[in-house]
């Protein structure tokens, strides 16, 4: 799954990666990624195909739960692969 944090879809008006894609795609794009998607892909080629979202860059993230919410409410990055049965996504 994944995510934004509210203040960024607050920001960009997003709810979904359709509407992510549409308003946020480009190189200002910061996807965080776990480590079985190296370099980003098939993470990002997968966005690519299905929703023409494109990102300027991949950062590599420790895990989906409490790094990946540090990254994004940091801003560190703008999207990030989440697990979603993580109780800090709850």
Known sequence: MFAVSKAFADKYHVTSLDEFARAC???ATVLGRPAECP???P???SLA????LRA????ELPDRGPAA???LT???VSLALISSSDPVFA
Not at 49 to 52: C, I, Q
Not at 56 to 59: D, K, N, P, V
């Open 25 to 27: 795609s480009g190189t």
């Open 39 to 41: 370099a980003g892909y």
């Open 43 to 45: 993470c990002r080629q």
């Open 49 to 52: 195909d299905v929703y023409a």
């Open 56 to 59: 300027g860059a991949f950062t």
């Open 69 to 71: 919410r540090a990254a």
């Open 74 to 76: 940091g801003g560190t």
